[in-house]
């Protein structure tokens, strides 16, 4: 068996996550409890008694607690994987799981990140929308023909057939006309409260730019697969400036899923909330991978009694 972590991205989140594992489980307690925040976060990420967990600057760090906590408690059992990736905020997820980030700094990394990328969208009328069966260069293609109205990029590449547009929306709107035109099956408006991962978020790289300058960033025990390579990094890049850049650019998913599959991983264990990624990596590489999706603490059970038989 070759394992990797694959770590969900923002829009799976829900009040309740994690909720049950904390409970459970003192190592993901002692992880997830591990940041300073100017919030609570166990309110937020298991009440949302004020219904904020969808803001961006609430939800990014909700995620990334979740997901350091259930790494934790994996590698309590024994569990690593050989190599990790994450959905956008994941791949900080992913490089704490490598040894790159410490529980406590990743939590409080992501939470500068978000609050970052909603001041970026301050003012900017977005939109973002799913585009169903059409080629990337067919997509591209629409992308700059809409480009006269504003910004619009294919800003997630997720699987075989699923491509995400955004940026501003009469542009979006505009790309998503000329799409359908061009055969796209279906294109589905997405609830969005930025234009992330296309160059309007060139504010919000530049604050990590500056915030990174005072992190301490380890050698990798073992490789992650960053978003806007869809692979590892090459020799001479650093892990700073691709996470500068991934805030503002395209996030390459099938590229890294098909990586994984080419580095001869068989197994992914998908941490976080919902399923999305699993069926990613089903529509890129069909029965290749088998993936295992643990949010709850049934689930981490299920994997670990899984895993360890298997290891």
Known sequence: ????????????????????????????????????????????????????????????????????????????????PEYA?????????????AGVLDAATTVELVAFR??????????????????????????????????????????????????VIGGEKAAVDKATELAKAAGAKRCVPLKVSGPFHTSLMHPAGDALAERFKTVDFKPMQFPVLFN???????????????LERQVQSSVYMEDTIRRLAELGVDTVVEIG???????????????????????TAEQFDAAVAELTKEG
């Open 114 to 163: 978000g609050k970052a990328m909603a001041k970026a969208a301050e003012g900017i009328e977005c939109g973002m929308t799913a585009v169903m069966m059409l080629d990337r260069d067919k997509l591209q293609a629409c992308c700059d023909q809409a480009s006269d109205l504003g910004v619009v990029q294919i800003c997630n590449l997720n699987c075989p057939g699923q491509l």
């Open 273 to 295: 909330p919902g399923h999305a990624l699993s069926g990613f990596v089903k529509k890129t590489v069909g029965t290749a991978i088998r993936c295992i999706p643990v949010e």
């Open 1 to 80: 068996m070759k394992l990797a972590f694959l770590y969900a991205g923002q829009g799976s989140q829900h009040a309740g996550m994690g909720r049950d594992m904390y409970e459970a489980n003192a190592d993901f307690r002692a992880a997830f409890d591990a940041a300073h925040l100017d919030f609570d976060l166990k309110s937020v990420c298991f009440d949302d008694p004020e219904g904020v967990i969808n803001q961006t600057q609430y939800t990014q760090p909700c995620m990334v607690a979740f997901a350091v906590g259930m790494t934790a408690a994996f590698y309590a059992k024994g569990i690593r």
């Open 228 to 242: 806007c390579l869809g692979r590892e990094k090459a020799d001479g890049q650093t892990i700073p400036e691709l």
């Open 85 to 97: 990736a994450g959905l956008s905020l994941g791949e900080y997820s992913a490089l704490n799981a």
